[in-house]
């Protein structure tokens, strides 16, 4: 749920422009963005469980540890993919990556001893591309940037996911509500627009999920 204040004399005077129906769009967008963020993240409880923290879904260590972040080779996200297979995950319906851009930027430029790109073989379209070994590449800010290992606090994360496997339940769509009927707000001409939804997510099975946690950078090639 969310909640936005706006003066009457906004709302009065903004001529021709819907100001309520900015912000109901505004508002929108916001909530979008949070089911995003719970549903990778979420701590459960009066939140979504994100992907996360759902116990027992498949989980890789990067190729390089290090104590305070480790370094992701070009096998890795493979690797993991092939893990989540074995352990009888549908990756034959189809894998999405997802990761924030810059880690993208640093996978598609990264070259190796040779000066060759590391990642080229696996990229569709090098040295950028909308897929890895042929699995779709999802881009997302709402992957953390601030992972934490050791005295590591900007660390980042690559998910893999079966996207036939997560189950997605809402009721309604956003329940949108205008009231000042709060006295502070009816006395300083302010009205309160409220946006509520009511969404939950969940995965069919845990094992199409798989995640590489605390990355801080990439690896060079052989």
Do not use: C
Not at 151 to 156: A, E, K, N, R
């Amino acid at each position: 749920r969310g909640l936005v204040d706006v003066t009457d004399d906004l709302l009065r005077f903004a001529g021709n422009v819907s100001v309520e129906g900015l912000i109901r769009q505004d508002m929108a967008e916001q909530t979008a963005l949070k089911w995003d963020a719970d549903m990778l993240e979420g701590q459960g409880g009066t939140q979504i469980l994100g992907l996360l923290n759902i116990p027992s879904i498949q989980t890789k260590t990067a190729s390089t540890v290090g104590s305070n972040g480790n370094t992701l080779h070009p096998e890795d996200i493979i690797n993991l993919i092939a893990q989540m297979a074995g352990a009888n995950a549908h990756t034959e319906r189809g894998v999405s990556i997802l990761m924030r851009p810059e880690l993208l930027a640093l996978i598609g430029t990264h070259r190796n001893t040779d000066e060759a790109f590391s990642f080229s073989s696996a990229f569709q379209n090098t040295p950028f591309g909308t897929s890895l070994w042929g699995y779709s590449i999802v881009q997302a800010t709402n992957i953390s940037k601030t992972r934490r290992k050791g005295s590591g606090t900007t660390l980042t994360y690559v998910l893999t996911l079966v996207p036939s496997e997560i189950l997605v339940g809402q009721s309604g769509i956003l329940d949108f509500a205008m009231t000042d009927s709060d006295a502070s707000k009816f006395q300083t001409a302010t009205k309160t627009i409220r946006v509520v939804s009511w969404v939950d997510m969940g995965v069919r099975h845990e094992n199409a999920v798989g995640l590489i946690d605390t990355l801080s950078s990439v690896a060079v090639g052989p």
